[in-house]
């Protein structure tokens, strides 16, 4: 599936680096599967791991249950934030979400080790709503995503350092997302070495779901 690498575009200046199984699914996602590389500044990248480094490492790497979606990974949800932070997650909210869309609040920040990865899941329905935006921090990586129904239909993104990704729509709802481990770790023909990775995710709240609301979601999805 992976290798069979038939497709590898940068659509447009400015967009990141998106593979898919064929040119329908890579026009169809064009506007759910978004990579925004270099969304960071390097300043803003530092000041993030800063922030986040002291509150992870208190932490220990889980490796737990043989069912679990995440493996080698350490995670916290996270409300209070610095101002330089808040400001960075006030441009992810621009960037990736409608005025109409309210977020999850605390935020969601996921520090896989390097031999760490994420199995193929679909974020829970009933506690995320149709947008998942994330901020990529120290180490490359890639995320595939594979129809639910149609297992020949892929999109692949590469995750830079300071990159931004959004799942948003059929991109969110009809495809599974996956973090390749080391191992599996190729866009297309490159290589793309695992280190430790941090990601902070932001999600929307499900339509209707306001904050306060009855059936309020739990912090993680
Ligand atoms: O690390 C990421 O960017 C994605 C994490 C993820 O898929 C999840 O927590 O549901
Ligand atoms: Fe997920
Ligand atoms: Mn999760």
Request: proline content about 7%.
């Amino acid at each position: 599936m992976a290798g069979s690498g038939r497709l590898a575009l940068r659509t447009l200046p400015g967009l990141g680096w998106v593979r898919g199984s064929g040119p329908a699914v890579l026009s169809r996602l064009r506007d759910a599967a978004v990579v925004r590389p270099g969304f960071l500044s390097a300043a803003e990248e530092e000041t993030l791991r800063r922030e986040l480094e002291p509150e992870l490492r208190r932490r220990r790497y889980e490796y737990d249950h043989w069912d679990a979606a995440i493996h080698g990974f350490r995670e916290t949800e996270k409300s209070r934030w610095s101002e330089a932070s808040r400001a960075i997650l006030q441009r992810v909210q621009a960037a990736a979400f409608g005025p109409g869309q309210t977020l999850l609040s605390p935020v969601h920040v996921l520090d896989l080790e390097p031999q760490g990865y994420i199995k193929p899941h679909v974020d829970s329905i009933k506690f995320c709503g149709a947008t998942i935006a994330g901020l990529s921090l120290l180490s490359s990586s890639v995320m595939r995503l594979v129809h639910t129904q149609e297992p020949g239909e892929w999109l692949e993104l590469l995750l830079e350092p300071g990159s931004l990704y959004i799942l948003r729509g059929s991109a969110r709802y009809d495809f599974s997302h996956e973090i390749l481990r080391d191992e599996e770790s190729f866009f297309g023909e490159r290589r793309i070495p695992r280190g430790r990775r941090i990601s902070v995710i932001c999600r929307s709240l499900p339509e209707g779901m306001g904050p306060g609301e009855p059936g309020q979601p739990p912090a993680a999805c």
